[in-house]
């Protein structure tokens, strides 16, 4: 016989009538929660899921369980938060707009009983102030806001889309719909006895808020795990955590990644939640967060690192692997972290190149941050990937894709790059952003047997062995221009002393310049492959094959 669960919770299917309006009906949304969230898609999507279950004549729409706490002042939400808090706002407009005196609706807000609002948020003092103030007590509608103002105060956000969509039915259909939002709108709510049982559902439960990501999940069970009179405290530091990552532009989800891959220092055998739950097990959660917050203030050392060397990772497939290896090296104090830098660059830059998917250096990776562990020095790390390098074959497979056509490979923008920071030194360097205005340009133009200058300059045999190769593609920024990539030599060289519109050229076009002003003829293509690999080997600290530079 099962075991009986009813005194851990109890489900119940309510309408929102009753959700809302059931004498105990009075809702905290706890500390450990995050703020209202919901974007346009969302409350749209909800907006639309209804009026369509409405007008096709369904009995009831489901959405979804809240998992609750039975408390003194009511339920604490576990889950549904982002829900309870959008039908409130819609609820607010209905009152302001429409249902003035419509106690069904005025009772979803506030209790007609004791004149207690329904909802409260606690998430964060200023939060509950905003929404008292802006939503509850009256809504002002504010005109003309901006897009940012807009995305900023999310409940005005909410309220404002609300109005907009009941302004498009007529009394009728806003009082039916009404009505189908009160009696047919079905919630299951789960009210648990036991706090730990309670956030156990809460993450296997992926309700309509906002999907849980395996931060959401990790915090609930650290939270849960912490002590009753630490809790303050963990809430805390997580904010702090949460200000980080809006810093450095990283999500807490993917901090948590570099976080278990240092721990780890091996390939995770089970998914994100699983494995740093095992971690963290029956150990302190402030001291937990405590030393994740140190290992996220390593990495924003690492983000506030402005440098070639540096912008060269933004470019590569994977962004995982060298994040965590280098936020390890900080926080294990690494005493060749320069060295590891270029290592690493030159490493994966090679595998790429070369053919590889980042699979093939993930062992690899996870090495490295076990032997940074185990403070092995630069050399022995150098002497162990310079195997791998030479057992997979990397330099040879590296220097026959180079030899070959590369328009179009995923790597040619940053390997063209890279050459343009080496231009400079990191005084005057500035990050190139990898965005469709950035383009590859072919120097003899694909069209050009269209142009009568260029087919004196180069032979049909010539141009189908030259046109793709590396010596031949160049960078220009701006709006493209297709009229101009067919352009002979003369016009092509104010192209690349300005860039389409006028932009600023780059420094490995304007090179490019004098050469032009004579023609672009196989010659002047040789030269400049050779030269570009030159870079490359300057960039790479390599000796790639003499073959790159023949074709």
Not at 323 to 347: G, P, S, V, W
Not at 393 to 420: A, C, H
Not at 500 to 520: H, M, Q, R, V
Request: hydrophobic share 35%; net charge neutral; glycine share 4%.
């Amino acid at each position: 016989m099962g075991e009986d669960l009813s005194g851990i919770f109890k489900p119940e299917a309510k309408t929102i009538k009753k959700i809302f309006g059931d004498s105990d009906s009075y809702y905290i949304i706890p500390d450990y929660q995050r703020p209202y969230s919901w974007e346009n898609e969302q409350i749209e999507q909800l907006w639309d899921d209804i009026v369509s279950a409405m007008e096709d004549g369904e009995e009831t729409y489901f959405l979804g369980p809240i998992i609750l706490i039975k408390t003194n002042e009511g339920f604490e939400v576990v889950d549904g938060q982002q829900r309870l808090t959008t039908l409130t706002i819609l609820f607010c407009v209905l009152r302001d707009l429409y249902f003035k005196n419509d106690n069904n609706i005025i009772n979803s807000i506030r209790s007609l009983i004791d004149q207690k609002y329904r909802l409260r948020l606690i998430t964060q003092l200023h939060y509950q102030n905003e929404f008292e103030e802006e939503i509850l007590k009256g809504i002002k509608f504010p005109q003309d806001l901006s897009f940012s103002e807009r995305r900023k105060n999310k409940f005005i956000n909410a309220a404002l889309i609300f109005k907009d969509k009941l302004k498009e039915l007529d009394d009728e259909k806003r009082k039916e719909f009404v009505n189908y939002v009160l009696d047919r709108v079905i919630m299951i709510s789960i009210v648990c006895s036991n706090k730990s049982y309670a956030i156990k559902l809460f993450q296997i439960l992926n309700t309509r808020g906002l999907d849980l990501s395996p931060a959401d999940l990790i915090k609930s069970y650290l939270y849960g795990q912490c002590a009753e009179n630490k809790r303050n405290q963990f809430i805390e530091t997580w904010r702090q955590i949460e200000g980080l990552s809006d810093q450095i532009e990283e999500s807490i989800t993917d901090l948590l990644t570099y976080y278990e891959y240092y721990i780890l220092a091996e390939n995770p055998k089970k998914s994100l939640y699983e494995e740093l739950e095992k971690q963290f097990k029956n150990k302190d959660p402030n001291n937990v967060i405590y030393n994740f917050k140190i290992f996220v203030e390593c990495f924003r050392d690492i983000y506030e690192e402005e440098s070639k060397l540096m912008f060269s990772f933004y470019y590569l497939p994977n962004q995982v692997f060298w994040k965590a290896i280098l936020t390890t090296a900080k926080i294990e104090k690494y005493d060749n972290y320069k060295e590891l830098c270029k290592l690493l660059q030159r490493m994966y830059y090679c595998y790429w190149v070369a053919g590889y998917t980042s699979s093939k250096v993930k062992q690899l990776s996870f090495n490295i941050i076990k032997w940074l562990k185990d403070k092995k020095d630069i050399n022995f790390i150098k002497n162990e990937v310079e195997k791998k390098l030479k057992e997979h074959n990397v330099i040879t497979r590296m220097t026959e894709n180079l030899k070959n056509d590369v328009y179009g490979q995923s790597w040619l923008k940053p390997l063209l790059i890279l050459i343009e920071y080496n231009q400079t030194d990191d005084s005057k360097i500035s990050f190139i952003e990898i965005d469709n205005r950035l383009h590859i340009d072919h120097i003899l133009p694909e069209k050009w047997n269209s142009v009568e200058e260029w087919k004196k300059l180069w032979t049909q045999n010539e141009a189908k062995i030259w046109l793709n190769k590396i010596g031949n593609l160049t960078l220009l920024s701006g709006k493209k221009n297709i009229a101009q990539q067919n352009d002979p030599p003369s016009k092509k060289k104010e192209m690349y002393e300005k860039g389409y519109g006028g932009k600023t050229a780059f420094e490995i076009s304007k090179k490019i310049i004098d050469e032009l002003k004579t023609g672009w003829k196989k010659e002047n293509v040789e030269n400049r492959q050779r030269w570009l690999i030159e870079q490359l080997d300057s960039i790479f600290e390599l000796k790639l094959e003499e073959g790159v530079q023949n074709a």
